[in-house]
């Protein structure tokens, strides 16, 4: 019974003034300035609150109960939209702390309402932690996501002629680039129907044993296909590191510039390139 007291308390601190949604609106208006439209806003913040106190009626105070699914739900959803939209965590945990100030007691308030708001902020405040969770969550995807497209583009492979074409790796290669070297090559290589592929490290800063295993792996992954590959970009710095790590590139062509390894790839497909006017 007493919880149940508690409830019809709290549902009545909520919804003992007509305006209270209209102040809590303009106090998140005024926290956001404007960055979102005032349409968007009290839709938000409509919902919530309705969605709020159907669930202290009929929840309680456990806001992890299934009555309180809408409003976490509609917690998540304002996440999300904070998050992509560049809002800070503090703006967005916001969003809810501000019904607190908006509820909060006066000095004629009883000391049954002094209870009730502090029982109310106590639900705000875990349910304030919750959205910053879900915030954090989205983050954490939208940099995932992100991250993933910058390895997209600082990949590309390039058809430099009938039948070849280049992968101009830039920056570290690590297994997670390696892999999305292999497969772009490999469907490059499927789609152009090229026999000769050249990898060029001229912008990779060093090679290491790793690095070294992570360019084979590419390299016998586009055998497998039936395309042959050279290795462009050995400068003297990383012969001399391949060699004291005792790394071995075998049977796999090797040149020191992309213009030495396109030469020398036009002239395995029977091209031969065209003079530039210097000396022989």
């Not at 106090?27 to 919902?47: F, H, K, P, Q, Y």
């Amino acid at each position: 019974m007493a919880a149940a007291e508690s409830s019809e308390r709290l549902v009545r601190l909520l919804t003992h003034d007509s305006e209270i949604l209209d102040r809590w609106v303009e106090a998140v208006a005024e926290i956001l300035r404007g960055r979102i439209s005032r349409a968007e806003l009290e839709r938000e913040l409509t919902d919530l609150y309705q969605a709020l106190g159907q669930a202290l009626r009929e929840g309680g105070l456990n806001w992890r109960a299934e009555e309180y699914s809408e409003v976490r739900a509609l917690l998540v959803e304002l996440s999300r939209n904070r998050a992509q939209h560049g809002f800070t965590p503090t703006e967005t945990a916001t969003s809810l702390f501000a019904c607190k100030d908006v509820v909060a007691p006066t000095a004629t308030s009883s000391a049954e309402d002094i209870s009730a708001y502090l029982q109310l902020g106590r639900l705000l405040d875990a349910l304030g932690l919750f959205t910053i969770e879900a915030y954090a969550r989205t983050r954490e995807e939208i940099i995932s996501a992100q991250a993933e497209q910058l390895l997209e583009l600082s990949t590309p492979v390039v058809k430099l002629w009938e039948g070849v074409v280049a992968v101009p790796l830039v920056g570290t290669l690590d297994s997670a680039r390696t892999q999305i070297v292999m497969e772009k090559l490999l469907q490059s290589l499927v789609d152009s129907e090229s026999e000769q592929a050249i990898i060029d490290i001229t912008g990779v800063p060093a090679v290491d044993t790793e690095v070294a295993q992570h360019l084979l792996k590419t390299v016998v992954a586009a055998r497998l296909m039936g395309a042959e590959c050279t290795i462009s970009g050995i400068r003297p710095q990383i012969a001399q590191t391949l060699v004291a790590l005792g790394v071995r590139f075998d049977d796999i062509v090797t040149k020191a510039t992309l213009a030495d390894a396109l030469r020398y790839v036009l002239r395995r497909i029977g091209t031969e390139p065209a003079a530039t006017g210097g000396p022989k």
